[in-house]
């Protein structure tokens, strides 16, 4: 039997340095400044960077969105970026050693680009599936979620670059998120929301953390003692709290914990915060504070003449498409693999004898590789599921049938279809224009989804943005031509006017413009091979937070005027084929920041285009291609499920691999999958009055699935592979644990099947007789454990007597007593169990 341990990489060296107090060093560099100079660096200098002060050796600092990619200071194709799988990919991965490793990646990437900060990871938790950016979060439960983001915040600053966990707290959806305030009682807080965070900051000291934008019991958070405790005065944070952007409003909110206000140069601070500090209304010393703490982090990123980097260059650097590419093998996750024959499995294929798959769903040639928002990167390609599986099998025949439509709103043209009139190179030409139409500036772009949001584009000088393309049709017949953009707009085809219309946002949410814009067309009849000549006119409205930012996408609409035919063309295409692989998933419109989601169904028709094709043929495989659980109402009528997340620019590669065995899904479920939106137990994510109510406690998903005694479709934990396992044994190294210590188990796991796999070995406490509202039980440990074919391993996991503590009055509280620690593969299959007595 061979002895394991995968339990999470401890911070080394790099990492562990940077728990340190500011030095005399700095001490000295804040003497030489004025306070208008101190009071100029806690506000952005434009979207994305901070103030430079050459007198100091200081130079600016630049941030970046980053969960799932670095994009950069520039929202340009022509700089693409690292397309990472989403964070519910990683999260389902169960892997502290993915999650380091993704923030290698993410800190190459960042130093690549120049950045110094990188704005994650997510670590807000999936309290409802609702929430619009879930797809950016780990999972619902905190333990998972926070050896993960422990792991990420390890990997990005092991590699010179600053992480920030966001969004601090307690922004969990996005309905309202500016202004709603978050009811929630002190226990859930600290147990969950805060648990989350807790150990990217005191295990591997985060550097940065954002505050978010709503209020937490009826205080902003920019405004909230939370800022200094527990995240200061308990956990000892030594780094910037820098806002989301726009997120702080007022003075007032420089009297607290706050230390960096984005964007800039605008903000409430400023010149007022100079005036208060001169009238005698705050004390200095709450700006030096604040000062030296933005000095330390340009410290330890190399960004301050004199002083030596944490980390003067990249020290894990591996091959980031190939790592995207095992990232998200990690963390596909099998739940259905039923062959035909009883007792058979569908997956994985084996290639040579397949003669013929019928690949079906707009996402599987428009896949979605990431989620939408602020978060969004431009790669440089991505491999669709149908280019994957086509070129994994070059001997077998396969078809593409779209099936049903799925996009909403307008489609980028495909760059291979336009021609830049002034180059003659594939893309397009944009011009910044003047008032009298005399031209500013020009770009040659290689997309017609354009994003300004920082940058050097004369976009406040500007009066009109013109875009010109030759598009040339690949098929005959009448396309929706428009845009996708905030404002008046006008449309040309071969210098005729056909459209001039005015959009407005849609929503009340300060960043609608961009994350989820208006969109207009126009029916106009193209013959395949025939260019027309394309201009679109966007008049430059400027005003409010965002000025200077502009965002237009020019496309097609989708047809939607015949969808019993798209259906009819997949099924004798799937009645033709031995197998059929019908990719399904979301759009940019149910999954996005910005707002939350309505329903969990699939968009537009896709289940029953799956029905349709399971009818006829029974090797059926679906692959879902969202961030974040939605109902699968076929899921017995089909042979093989495979939940692929948002997957990262190898998306289709690492499906090829999964499907033909080359590689074995490692995921389990981060999230409980539900059966129907009823039984969803904590599902509401809409302000009454202003206002959302965590009423439930601390019982949030699994948590509340098992409270409340209802089925899901697939529980929390929950995953297969290509092979079988058998938990045989655990033992503990004390019968009694106190607070403080910690108890080790070793668990004994066979690999009974015929192939090399891996598993996820899951640790939970219960007390049934508590004298305290607990849950049914809850996670305590993981650990993953590789093993060969017949092999037997030993996998040790740590548990904490913190996990067996309750949030009280008085702090963290611990009732004596026996604990029940059951030990198994998902939150519902716990073979093993053991007790352990819990010491006052």
């Given at each position: 039997?061979?002895?394991?341990?995968?339990?999470?990489?401890?911070?080394?060296?790099?990492?562990?340095?940077?728990?340190?107090?500011?030095?005399?060093?700095?001490?000295?560099?804040?003497?030489?400044?004025?306070?208008?100079?101190?009071?100029?660096?806690?506000?952005?200098?434009?979207?994305?960077?901070?103030?430079?002060?050459?007198?100091?050796?200081?130079?600016?600092?630049?941030?970046?969105?980053?969960?799932?990619?670095?994009?950069?200071?520039?929202?340009?194709?022509?700089?693409?970026?690292?397309?990472?799988?989403?964070?519910?990919?990683?999260?389902?991965?169960?892997?502290?050693?993915?999650?380091?490793?993704?923030?290698?990646?993410?800190?190459?990437?960042?130093?690549?680009?120049?950045?110094?900060?990188?704005?994650?990871?997510?670590?807000?938790?999936?309290?409802?599936?609702?929430?619009?950016?879930?797809?950016?979060?780990?999972?619902?439960?905190?333990?998972?979620?926070?050896?993960?983001?422990?792991?990420?915040?390890?990997?990005?600053?092991?590699?010179?670059?600053?992480?920030?966990?966001?969004?601090?707290?307690?922004?969990?959806?996005?309905?309202?998120?500016?202004?709603?305030?978050?009811?929630?009682?002190?226990?859930?807080?600290?147990?969950?929301?805060?648990?989350?965070?807790?150990?990217?900051?005191?295990?591997?000291?985060?550097?940065?953390?954002?505050?978010?934008?709503?209020?937490?019991?009826?205080?902003?958070?920019?405004?909230?003692?939370?800022?200094?405790?527990?995240?200061?005065?308990?956990?000892?944070?030594?780094?910037?709290?820098?806002?989301?952007?726009?997120?702080?409003?007022?003075?007032?909110?420089?009297?607290?914990?706050?230390?960096?206000?984005?964007?800039?140069?605008?903000?409430?601070?400023?010149?007022?915060?100079?005036?208060?500090?001169?009238?005698?209304?705050?004390?200095?010393?709450?700006?030096?504070?604040?000062?030296?703490?933005?000095?330390?982090?340009?410290?330890?990123?190399?960004?301050?003449?004199?002083?030596?980097?944490?980390?003067?260059?990249?020290?894990?650097?591996?091959?980031?498409?190939?790592?995207?590419?095992?990232?998200?093998?990690?963390?596909?996750?099998?739940?259905?693999?039923?062959?035909?024959?009883?007792?058979?499995?569908?997956?994985?294929?084996?290639?040579?004898?397949?003669?013929?798959?019928?690949?079906?769903?707009?996402?599987?040639?428009?896949?979605?590789?990431?989620?939408?928002?602020?978060?969004?990167?431009?790669?440089?390609?991505?491999?669709?599921?149908?280019?994957?599986?086509?070129?994994?099998?070059?001997?077998?025949?396969?078809?593409?049938?779209?099936?049903?439509?799925?996009?909403?709103?307008?489609?980028?043209?495909?760059?291979?279809?336009?021609?830049?009139?002034?180059?003659?190179?594939?893309?397009?030409?944009?011009?910044?224009?003047?008032?009298?139409?005399?031209?500013l500036a020009r770009e040659n772009r290689r997309a017609t989804a354009l994003v300004w949001f920082g940058g050097d584009a004369p976009i406040t000088a500007s009066s009109v943005?013109?875009?010109?393309?030759?598009?040339?049709?690949?098929?005959?017949?009448?396309?929706?031509?428009?845009?996708?953009?905030?404002?008046?707009?006008?449309?040309?085809?071969?210098?005729?006017?056909?459209?001039?219309?005015?959009?407005?946002?849609?929503?009340?949410?300060?960043?609608?413009?961009?994350?989820?814009?208006?969109?207009?067309?126009?029916?106009?009849?193209?013959?395949?091979?025939?260019?027309?000549?394309?201009?679109?006119?966007?008049?430059?409205?400027?005003?409010?937070?965002?000025?200077?930012?502009?965002?237009?996408?020019?496309?097609?609409?989708?047809?939607?005027?015949?969808?019993?035919?798209?259906?009819?063309?997949?099924?004798?295409?799937?009645?033709?084929?031995?197998?059929?692989?019908?990719?399904?998933?979301?759009?940019?419109?149910?999954?996005?920041?910005?707002?939350?989601?309505?329903?969990?169904?699939?968009?537009?028709?896709?289940?029953?285009?799956?029905?349709?094709?399971?009818?006829?043929?029974?090797?059926?495989?679906?692959?879902?291609?969202?961030?974040?659980?939605?109902?699968?109402?076929?899921?017995?009528?089909?042979?093989?499920?495979?939940?692929?997340?948002?997957?990262?620019?190898?998306?289709?590669?690492?499906?090829?691999?999964?499907?033909?065995?080359?590689?074995?899904?490692?995921?389990?479920?981060?999230?409980?999958?539900?059966?129907?939106?009823?039984?969803?137990?904590?599902?509401?994510?809409?302000?009454?009055?202003?206002?959302?109510?965590?009423?439930?406690?601390?019982?949030?998903?699994?948590?509340?699935?098992?409270?409340?005694?209802?089925?899901?479709?697939?529980?929390?934990?929950?995953?297969?592979?290509?092979?079988?396992?058998?938990?045989?044994?655990?033992?503990?190294?004390?019968?009694?644990?106190?607070?403080?210590?910690?108890?080790?188990?070793?668990?004994?796991?066979?690999?009974?099947?015929?192939?090399?796999?891996?598993?996820?070995?899951?640790?939970?406490?219960?007390?049934?007789?508590?004298?305290?509202?607990?849950?049914?039980?809850?996670?305590?440990?993981?650990?993953?454990?590789?093993?060969?074919?017949?092999?037997?391993?030993?996998?040790?996991?740590?548990?904490?007597?913190?996990?067996?503590?309750?949030?009280?009055?008085?702090?963290?509280?611990?009732?004596?007593?026996?604990?029940?620690?059951?030990?198994?593969?998902?939150?519902?299959?716990?073979?093993?169990?053991?007790?352990?007595?819990?010491?006052?």
């Open positions: 039997m061979t002895s394991v341990s995968t339990s999470a990489p401890a911070a080394d060296s790099a990492a562990d340095s940077t728990a340190v107090s500011p030095s005399r060093e700095l001490d000295a560099l804040l003497t030489q400044l004025t306070l208008e100079e101190k009071v100029l660096l806690l506000t952005g200098h434009d979207f994305w960077a901070t103030w430079p002060l050459p007198s100091i050796g200081l130079r600016r600092l630049l941030l970046s969105d980053g969960p799932s990619g670095v994009r950069g200071e520039l929202w340009d194709e022509r700089h693409p970026s690292l397309n990472l799988p989403s964070a519910t990919a990683l999260g389902a991965s169960w892997s502290t050693s993915i999650a380091r490793r993704y923030g290698n990646a993410a800190a190459v990437e960042a130093r690549r680009k120049g950045v110094d900060v990188v704005l994650g990871p997510t670590i807000n938790l999936h309290r409802s599936p609702f929430g619009g950016r879930h797809f950016e979060c780990f999972s619902e439960d905190p333990l998972l979620t926070a050896d993960l983001a422990a792991a990420y915040v390890t990997g990005v600053q092991e590699n010179g670059v600053a992480a920030t966990p966001k969004h601090y707290i307690a922004n969990d959806f996005e309905t309202d998120r500016f202004t709603v305030n978050v009811v929630v009682a002190d226990r859930p807080l600290r147990e969950l929301y805060l648990a989350a965070f807790e150990k990217a900051i005191v295990q591997a000291h985060a550097w940065a953390v954002m505050s978010s934008y709503n209020s937490v019991n009826g205080a902003t958070v920019t405004e909230n003692d939370l800022l200094e405790t527990p995240l200061n005065s308990e956990w000892g944070f030594d780094g910037i709290v820098v806002s989301d952007w726009t997120a702080v409003r007022s003075l007032n909110s420089a009297r607290f914990s706050q230390d960096l206000v984005m964007p800039g140069p605008q903000g409430p601070w400023g010149d007022a915060l100079v005036a208060a500090v001169r009238a005698g209304e705050l004390d200095e010393a709450h700006i030096d504070r604040k000062v030296l703490r933005i000095l330390k982090l340009a410290e330890r990123v190399g960004a301050l003449d004199g002083f030596d980097a944490a980390v003067p260059e990249p020290v894990r650097v591996e091959d980031g498409p190939a790592f995207v590419r095992e990232a998200e093998i990690a963390g596909t996750v099998l739940v259905k693999n039923a062959g035909p024959a009883h007792g058979q499995a569908e997956l994985p294929w084996s290639p040579g004898d397949l003669s013929s798959v019928a690949v079906i769903g707009h996402n599987a040639r428009f896949a979605r590789s990431q989620g939408g928002g602020s978060a969004t990167v431009l790669p440089e390609y991505v491999v669709s599921p149908l280019a994957g599986i086509t070129a994994a099998l070059p001997d077998t025949t396969v078809t593409y049938s779209v099936g049903a439509v799925v996009q909403e709103g307008i489609a980028e043209l495909p760059l291979s279809s336009i021609t830049n009139p002034a180059t003659g190179e594939p893309g397009a030409l944009v011009r910044f224009l003047d008032a009298s139409g005399a031209e943005v013109e875009f010109t393309t030759r598009y040339t049709p690949e098929e005959t017949g009448e396309i929706l031509l428009g845009f996708a953009a905030a404002g008046n707009g006008r449309i040309s085809v071969n210098d005729e006017l056909l459209l001039e219309q005015h959009l407005d946002s849609l929503g009340t949410d300060l960043g609608a413009a961009f994350i989820s814009p208006p969109t207009h067309s126009i029916a106009i009849t193209v013959t395949a091979g025939q260019p027309i000549d394309v201009r679109i006119e966007f008049d430059i409205v400027q005003g409010g937070p965002l000025s200077g930012a502009l965002s237009i996408t020019v496309g097609i609409e989708p047809d939607q005027s015949n969808p019993d035919a798209l259906i009819a063309e997949a099924v004798a295409a799937a009645k033709a084929a031995g197998v059929a692989v019908v990719v399904v998933g979301t759009n940019a419109k149910v999954e996005s920041e910005g707002f939350d989601r309505t329903s969990l169904s699939l968009p537009g028709r896709q289940d029953e285009l799956v029905r349709a094709v399971a009818a006829v043929n029974p090797r059926t495989v679906v692959i879902v291609n969202s961030g974040s659980p939605v109902l699968l109402p076929w899921r017995d009528d089909v042979s093989a499920i495979l939940l692929s997340w948002f997957g990262g620019q190898e998306y289709g590669d690492a499906l090829a691999d999964i499907l033909t065995g080359a590689a074995e899904p490692g995921g389990r479920l981060p999230t409980t999958w539900p059966k129907t939106e009823a039984d969803v137990p904590v599902l509401d994510v809409s302000p009454v009055d202003g206002v959302v109510r965590y009423d439930e406690g601390i019982h949030i998903g699994y948590r509340a699935w098992l409270k409340a005694g209802t089925e899901p479709a697939y529980e929390f934990g929950f995953g297969l592979g290509y092979t079988r396992w058998s938990l045989d044994e655990v033992t503990r190294d004390a019968p009694t644990i106190a607070a403080g210590e910690t108890l080790t188990l070793e668990v004994g796991v066979t690999n009974t099947g015929s192939r090399r796999g891996s598993q996820v070995v899951q640790v939970y406490a219960s007390r049934s007789d508590s004298a305290i509202d607990r849950p049914v039980r809850w996670l305590v440990g993981f650990a993953t454990v590789t093993a060969d074919a017949g092999e037997s391993v030993v996998t040790t996991i740590a548990v904490p007597a913190r996990a067996f503590a309750d949030w009280a009055e008085e702090g963290w509280h611990y009732e004596p007593g026996s604990f029940t620690l059951q030990i198994g593969t998902s939150v519902t299959e716990l073979p093993l169990t053991t007790d352990i007595e819990v010491t006052a």
